[in-house]
């Protein structure tokens, strides 16, 4: 199945939202299509979500989709809700899937998202970043 090429959607957290002060976020996707049904693209989220665009590369097959998601920065959450930038760490990667589904309105997909566990340290101060998982949804405009 070759994907559309615009998509808008929604993504929230499992957990931890209202300590954050965190709330679903809109993002719009851009899917280039490539060969055996891999894909890469764009996604750029709405506030309070992360202001640079993250890169996506994954596949679709039948009614599955895969992709990791990546910013060009490494950026925390600090309270309440504001994105804020670390330019010494590495950007983590987010991995997503889903389901793509044939409605009446068209296609959508609605999956689960998650950022697996990591280290990292921040002004000489160990920290372990805790499995972060949500959901997310997204409907073709084309």
């Known amino acids: 199945m070759q ?9 929230s957290y499992d ?9 679903d976020t809109a993002f719009d996707l851009i899917i280039r299509p490539r060969r055996l049904g891999r894909f890469d693209g764009e996604i750029r989220e709405s506030e309070p979500g992360i202001p640079e665009s993250a890169t ?4 679709a097959i039948s009614k599955r ?4 998601k990546r910013y060009p920065s490494f ?7 504001s994105p804020r930038q670390v330019p010494c760490l ?10 793509l589904i044939e409605d009446g309105d068209g296609l959508r997909i ?3 998202w998650r950022i697996p566990t990591f280290n990292f340290q921040l002004d000489g101060k160990r920290f372990q970043m805790p499995l972060t ?3 997310w949804s997204a409907r073709s405009l084309d």
């Open 3 to 11: 994907l559309p090429a615009a998509w808008q959607g929604v993504y």
């Open 15 to 23: 957990s931890m939202p209202e300590q954050l002060g965190l709330s």
């Open 56 to 59: 996506v590369r994954g596949w």
């Open 65 to 68: 989709i895969r992709f990791t």
């Open 75 to 81: 950026w925390i959450y600090d309270h309440p809700g």
């Open 90 to 99: 590495n950007p983590c990667k987010l991995l997503y899937r889903g389901d």
């Open 110 to 112: 609605v999956g689960t």
């Open 133 to 135: 998982t949500g959901t």
